[in-house]
């Protein structure tokens, strides 16, 4: 799930930065930037690592991800488990899977994960949106904060008002709430006697959570024939137009599985947290409609890369040889298609054979889109 996330997040923001020789870029299964630079930043791969003095901005996107160091302007990071221990000048958006945010940031934080831990040593100068199944804040946040989880304690210091939504909420002994105090959920909130809070305390009993949190990782299913038959028609109809494209993406994930699944699994998790947080923002709706309608067109296009892949390999193993030309290469996608079908109905391994063929191809469109594909054919 990772990949098709940070492909929208690095497609859209990525791809353009890329463009620029404003941006010092560098890819690979291990990446580490250390020292100081006077340009935007630009990393990708399976477990990166940045120490260093940034005059400009910070976007990462990979498995295992540590900031450290100080950023003049902002940080955008989308991984697996990502860690943010640093001096910000401006803001922090970052998705993932576990994520923890330590330091001094200048302007607001953004946050989307499986568990978010911001730390009590850390220090927000504007406000907090944050999402997450598991939602831990100790931080001092000078502004509003807007958070949403299945479990969400508050612990830190707040300057303005709170909007929690949660199945479980607790505001913490220590806490200060300096403005009002909103929750909503199916339980009243777990206030400790020794918390303060300034303003209005306001209980909306509601299931939102749910609503909220459930379907964020819809799957994409092929349940039927006819749903099949079109995906093999459409995946024709990309390998007519645009014969090169496809040519170059499935090289990518032969050439370099490692690499594409890296990429791949930080954008197909980081874009719907992204949306989720953007959701709970109604200025950053019309975003969330955007990234909503990206990240759907580019399920449908990583599962045809991956199927083509997948149908190519199994014929070069029998066939000694690639299958070339339109018709060869509709052939291997539909039986990619068949095959990725029939092991969606194998418990267990089926999802999980389906979400890395989604990786794969996420990851391999945004190696594509950035422009850092391996210079060797196959």
């Known amino acids: 799930m990772k990949t098709l996330l940070t492909a929208a997040i690095a497609s859209f923001g990525l791809a353009v930065a890329l463009s620029s020789s404003a941006w010092a870029q560098d890819t690979g299964e291990f990446v580490t930037f250390e020292g100081a630079a006077d340009r935007n930043i ?24 540590t900031i450290r160091g100080q950023i003049t302007k902002d940080i955008l990071a989308a991984g697996g ?7 910000v000048g401006e803001d922090v958006r970052v998705a993932g899977g ?34 997450a199944g598991n939602l831990d804040i100790d931080a001092d946040v000078a502004g509003d904060a807007r958070v949403a989880g299945g479990r969400v304690n508050l612990g830190g210091s707040f300057g303005g008002d709170v909007d929690a939504t949660g199945e479980t909420i607790r505001v913490l002994g220590g806490a200060h709430i300096a403005g009002d105090f909103v929750y909503r959920s199916l339980n009243e909130a777990e206030i400790d006697p020794n918390a303060r809070i300034d303003g209005d305390v306001t209980f909306i009993r509601s299931d939102a959570t749910d609503e909220f949190l459930g379907g964020a990782f819809a799957g994409v299913g092929a349940g039927s024939l006819l749903f ?23 090289r990518d994930m ?15 998790i980081g874009t719907p947290l992204l949306a989720i947080l953007l959701a709970i923002s109604f200025i950053g709706f019309p975003v969330t409609i955007f990234l909503v309608g990206l990240f759907l067109a580019g399920l449908f296009a990583a599962y045809l890369a991956g199927a083509l892949t997948l149908g190519q390999l199994i014929l070069r193993r029998f066939r000694g040889e690639d299958s070339v ?35 794969l ?18």
């Open 98 to 131: 576990d994520i923890v945010v330590r330091g001094t940031i200048g302007g607001d934080v953004l946050a989307a994960g499986g568990d978010v831990r911001l730390a009590r040593d850390l220090t927000i100068a504007g406000r907090l949106d944050a999402a």
């Open 42 to 65: 630009l990393l990708a791969g399976g477990n990166v690592r940045v120490e260093a003095d940034i005059a400009e901005d910070v976007v990462v996107a990979g498995g295992e991800i």
């Open 81 to 87: 488990d990502i860690l943010v221990d640093a001096t």
């Open 361 to 378: 191809g996420f990851g391999a469109m945004t190696l594509q889109v950035v422009g850092s594909r391996p210079a060797s054919a196959i």
């Open 254 to 268: 032969r050439a370099r599985p490692g690499r594409a699944l890296a990429v791949g699994a930080a954008v197909f």
């Open 325 to 359: 030309g339109f018709w060869g290469r509709v052939g291997a996608l539909a039986l990619g298609i068949l095959i990725l079908a029939v092991a969606g109905f194998i418990p267990i391994l089926g999802p999980i054979v389906t979400i890395v063929a989604l990786m």
């Open 228 to 250: 099949l038959i079109g995906l093999i028609v459409l995946g024709g109809v990309v390998i007519l137009l645009f014969p090169g494209a496809v040519r170059d993406v499935t």
